[in-house]
């Protein structure tokens, strides 16, 4: 089975830096994703780890533990239009391929 | 518009009615999902297929639930007998199936919202 764990909501100011952190159990181990999904709309893609270590791209960056089961998303120069929640899903292998998401963390950006 | 498309965006229906959703994925890829989700919660796993192959259903799919790809392209998901747990937001993701990381970057539709009354 697979259990993945998230703080619920996370409020910052504009301008900052956030990190949300995601742990996970998963009976098999093949990724760990983020996606962002502003309310209403669709969930969409923004990084995927596989490889421990830290992956940059713009002003997001996720890292990624395997030994200890844990990841975060940074989010830098925070802008009013990141308030939304983020996902962490994890892709084990063994099972039908699927992501499985975890609750999200419902971020706000404060002016 | 060449991502996953749904339909219908909305439907409202009374308790005991069949409901039909369906979804067009991204024309070239192989793998189409369909999640469920609830207000303050992720997208929940309701099945998926790999071309026309139905490979795995949740156990949240109970016998009211069905769902087909039958040419490899569309699918539909029917829900018989609704019930008033059954509303929520059902997502279709579509993926490129090839590598594992590919397999995971899902490319969600903007989902079909049910309403049971």
């Known amino acids: 089975g697979q259990n993945i764990d998230q703080p619920t909501e996370m409020t910052a100011t504009e301008g900052a830096i956030v990190q949300i952190n995601c742990t996970y159990q998963?009976?098999?181990?093949?990724?760990l994703f983020w996606y962002q999904q502003h309310a209403g709309e669709a969930p969409t893609f923004l990084s995927y780890n596989v490889l421990d270590g830290l992956e940059e791209k713009g002003r997001f960056s996720s890292f990624l533990s395997r030994s200890k089961g844990y990841s975060y998303l940074l989010l830098k120069e925070l802008q009013m239009k990141d308030s939304a929640s983020y996902l962490c899903a994890a892709f084990a292998s063994g099972s039908a391929r699927q992501l499985t998401f975890g609750s999200g963390t419902q971020l706000t950006v404060l002016p | 518009d060449t991502g996953v498309s749904q339909d219908p965006r909305h439907k409202i229906t009374k308790r005991g009615q069949n409901v039909t959703f369906r979804c067009d994925p991204i024309s070239e890829h192989n793998r189409l999902y369909w999640y469920r989700q609830t207000l303050g919660q992720g997208p929940e796993f309701l099945t998926y297929?790999?071309?026309?192959?139905?490979?795995?259903k949740s156990r949240l799919l109970s016998d009211r639930f069905s769902a087909e790809r039958p040419k490899g392209s569309f699918s539909t998901l029917e829900i018989q007998r609704t019930e008033q747990g059954d509303s929520a937001m059902y997502l279709c993701?579509?993926?490129?199936?090839?590598?594992?990381?590919?397999?995971?970057?899902?490319?969600f539709g903007e989902g079909s919202r049910l309403t049971v009354l």
């Open positions: 998963t009976s098999g181990f093949n990724g």
């Open positions: 993701a579509s993926s490129l199936g090839q590598t594992n990381r590919l397999s995971g970057e899902l490319f």
């Open positions: 297929f790999q071309n026309e192959a139905q490979l795995e």
